[in-house]
């Protein structure tokens, strides 16, 4: 008889959590083969990465790509990135509880949702209007409320909120911002694809120690162009 109450509640747990999120084993399973199996180890960023339901994030037309090992288009051009980037880029500025964290590419929202899971509180910055709309959108659906969205150039960082335990840009820039870099907390850790549009960019680790910058490379890869408004 205890076997049956305790399979009832299983199977209670079990379909009620599927009619919450019918796509968590598909999030599951991508957190084991593609970041466990990758060495992400960051607990809380794989546990963010399991949480955020990042098909809600991206347009109708592309959501059964959500859970792949690869990015998306999300429409004007722009591209949601592979999951794995999402997760490295988080797990690379040691985001903790009571961090504030500046995001330059709002894009679809799903990274700063991703970082937001972690953090106390997350800036986002996106220039084309249409998709900080649409970020904001997904954001009030979620009922993130530590997630603040601004459109406009993210070259001059958020002065406002400024200095940022983390910040992470996530479109490839010809230079790391001379702002961002001064709007960086001393122990804080900036995350940025640096090179050409169109050809293989540096992901670069910036880190401010007692007021000195030091940088490294951590891998290449392949970002949309950082733009300017004048461009
Ligand atoms: N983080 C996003 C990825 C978006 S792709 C996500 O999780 O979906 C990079 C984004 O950077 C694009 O939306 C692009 O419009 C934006 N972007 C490019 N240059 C920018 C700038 N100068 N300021 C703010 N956003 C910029």
């Known amino acids: 008889m205890r ?3 305790v399979l009832a509640v299983l199977v209670l747990l079990i379909t009620g959590h599927a ?18 199996n990758r ?14 339901p990042r098909h809600l994030f991206m347009p109708l037309n592309v959501r059964h790509l959500a859970y792949a090992d690869r990015p ?6 722009q591209t949601i990135s592979q999951p794995y980037i999402v997760a490295m880029m988080t797990e690379v500025v040691s985001p903790q509880a009571d961090h504030k964290v500046l995001e330059i590419g709002t894009g679809s929202g799903y990274q700063a949702a991703v970082l937001s899971e972690i953090v106390d509180q997350v800036y986002t910055i996106e220039i084309i209007p249409e998709l900080a ?3 904001i959108g997904v954001i009030e659906y979620l009922d993130y409320k530590n997630i603040e ?39 804080g850790k900036m995350i940025i694809p640096v090179g050409s549009p169109f050809m293989t960019q540096n992901l670069m680790l910036v880190e401010k120690t007692d007021g000195e910058i030091t940088t490294s490379s951590l891998m290449p890869v392949r970002f949309v162009p950082f733009t300017r408004h004048d461009d």
């Open 3 to 5: 076997h049956i109450i």
């Open 19 to 36: 009619a919450a999120d019918e796509r968590q084993s598909e999030r599951d399973r991508m957190v084991r083969m593609q970041l466990e």
């Open 39 to 52: 060495e992400i180890e960051c607990e809380a960023t794989l546990e963010a990465m399991r949480t955020v």
């Open 72 to 77: 998306a288009p999300i429409g004007h051009g």
């Open 133 to 135: 709309d649409w970020s």
């Open 149 to 187: 969205v601004k459109t406009g150039d993210g070259y001059y960082g958020w002065e406002e909120h400024a200095p940022f335990d983390a910040i992470v840009v996530t479109a490839a820039a010809e230079h790391i911002p001379p702002p961002l870099i001064e709007q960086l907390k001393d122990g």
